[in-house]
């Protein structure tokens, strides 16, 4: 079965920088593309990145346009974001999830890690 396994979240001040893993199994990972989400606290899921099979087409939401860079390594069927100039709004659990194989488009339904927590505060 699918499996999505986040690791690299922690405590940063603002203005820090984490950079963010996703091991992915059980399915043809480049197949698919791939998104991060992350839930702010009280907040709802948010759409934050996605990136293309072969890694050429990524997408940001507007809020961390210049900050966040997603990549994959294929050969290693894992996702990465690497966040920069963190923000205390940027306060989240953050998961990567499995999207389609052609569309980049990205629904809350779709299979998702058990996330890690990213906070930022002085």
């Known amino acids: 079965q699918v499996q999505l396994v986040e690791s690299g979240g922690g405590l940063v001040q603002p203005g820090g920088s984490l950079r963010l893993s996703c091991a992915a199994s059980g399915f043809t990972f480049t197949s698919y593309w791939m998104h991060w989400v992350r839930q702010a606290p009280g907040k709802g899921l948010e759409w934050v990145s996605g990136i293309s099979r072969g890694g050429i087409s990524k997408n940001y939401v507007d809020s961390v346009k210049g900050r966040f860079t997603v990549s994959r390594d294929n050969a290693k069927n894992t996702l990465y974001l690497q966040i920069n100039s963190l923000k205390p709004e940027d306060t989240a659990v953050y998961f990567c999830?499995?999207?389609?194989?052609?569309?980049?488009?990205?629904?809350?339904?779709?299979?998702r890690g058990q996330g890690t927590q990213v906070t930022v505060s002085s």
């Open positions: 999830a499995k999207g389609l194989t052609i569309s980049p488009t990205w629904d809350p339904d779709y299979e």
